[in-house]
């Protein structure tokens, strides 16, 4: 294994998960020749497939292979198939596992409104036009994580526990005030400090933090409250910070702005800027196999781990710009065709992105 080499770890998981991450093994093939990247790319198991092929959705040897790559991306996991094993073994205990173990705490989703895609949000045009927002996520933290767990001993009773240290709050609001500053200068933070004392040690914690960035206006905005002005006036907001469960709710509300969940990429990151790259959008049963998926989210994923872990700007936006000329052509998968558009399948979509990168 050569030192030098930027080294990515796929891991295509299960339903669309393998579609979708063919063609962004082809776009890192291609790339690795245009820029002379220098990549190593190989592939492992995660999710549904690692527990039929091993028993475990997260086997050794995939976290060993993990270590040693600067980059993972995963397709998706989970699926009707395995819904009925015990918890522990689930394909989505795989990919928890996955992100706790090398503390990707950082979930980045952006959620940018192609000017090609504007018929296709459910929002009119003039609440929806020009949309580009950053939801900063806690990723390893809160009640996903939160012990005890499970079924209370000798009762009829189960619980969930949400707690935060105030040093995983911190790191990751500096996360979201850096990202703030990069761009309009405006964080939102997003808790339910009227009712949960969790939330309002996480406001007072994110307040504090503020007076380290005073080029940044800081508001607080209550889940529910937030929830509704992301479908009624979502451009008021920039960058968005909030704990685990409410950022993967309104991640998804966010995503149905812009469209469709297939276009949405996220970057989950560590502190030394390792990071785990996927669709926001899950296995998606329901067209798995049919070549209907919408490749687009993972292509834009390579799109941000050349950005966050390679430093590859200039790449990222020769993936970004492919995908805007590849939608400005009217070419459109399923999920983001309006009535009277050609829909196209998910290899074709791939093949079109790859030719307009090759070709500029
Ligand atoms: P989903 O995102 O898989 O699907 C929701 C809807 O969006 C479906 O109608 C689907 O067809 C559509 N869709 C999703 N991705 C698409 C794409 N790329 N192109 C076109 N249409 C797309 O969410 P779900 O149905 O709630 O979950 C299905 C399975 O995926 C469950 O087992 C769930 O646990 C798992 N899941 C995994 C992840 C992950 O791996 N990160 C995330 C969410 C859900």
């Known amino acids: 294994m050569s030192k030098n080499k930027k080294r990515i770890l796929i891991l295509p998981g299960d339903g669309i998960g393998p579609e979708v991450s063919v063609v962004a093994k082809k776009l890192l093939v291609l ?5 002379s990247l220098d990549l190593e790319v190989s592939e492992g198991l995660l999710g549904g497939i690692a527990y039929d092929q091993t028993g475990d959705p997260l086997p050794k040897e995939t976290l060993d292979k993990a270590k040693e790559n600067e980059a993972i991306l995963l397709g998706a996991v989970g699926g ?6 015990s918890s522990e073994k689930r394909p989505e205990k795989g990919l928890l596992g996955m992100r706790s173990e090398f503390d990707f705490f950082a979930n980045l989703r952006p959620a940018i409104l192609s000017k090609e895609l504007v018929s296709a949000s459910t929002l009119k045009e003039e609440k929806v036009a020009d949309l580009d927002l950053l939801i900063v996520r806690e990723l390893t933290g809160g009640i996903y994580f939160g012990e005890p767990r499970g079924k209370v001993k000798g009762s009829e009773e189960v619980l969930n526990t949400m707690r935060y240290s105030k040093d995983e709050i911190t790191r990751i609001g500096r996360v979201a005030f850096e990202a703030a500053r990069k761009r309009s200068g405006k964080l939102c933070s997003v808790d339910k400090a009227n009712v949960l004392e969790v939330s309002s040690f996480w406001r007072n914690t994110i307040s504090d933090l503020s007076h380290e960035y005073p080029e940044v206006e800081l508001s607080h905005m209550l889940v529910d409250n937030a929830a509704m002005q992301l479908v009624r006036e979502p451009k008021q907001f920039d960058v968005i910070v909030t704990e685990n469960l409410f950022g993967d709710i309104l991640s998804d509300i966010a995503a149905m702005l812009t469209g469709s969940i297939g276009m949405l990429p996220s970057a989950s990151l560590n502190d030394t800027n390792k990071g785990l790259y996927e ?34 700007e200039k790449v990222a936006l020769a993936i970004e710009q492919a995908v805007e000329s590849v ?14 558009d050609e829909v196209i399948g998910t290899i074709e979509m791939g093949q079109l992105v790859l030719k307009e990168i090759e070709s500029n």
């Open 80 to 85: 009707p198939k395995w819904d009925q094993i």
């Open 327 to 340: 939608l400005a052509l009217g070419q459109r998968t399923q999920d983001i065709a309006g009535k009277k």
């Open 31 to 35: 790339l690795d020749q245009k820029y």
């Open 279 to 312: 669709p926001v959008h899950g296995s998606a049963p329901d067209i798995a196999g049919k070549d209907l998926a919408n490749p687009l989210a993972s292509i834009l994923s390579v799109a941000m781990m050349m950005r966050y872990t390679f430093e590859e």
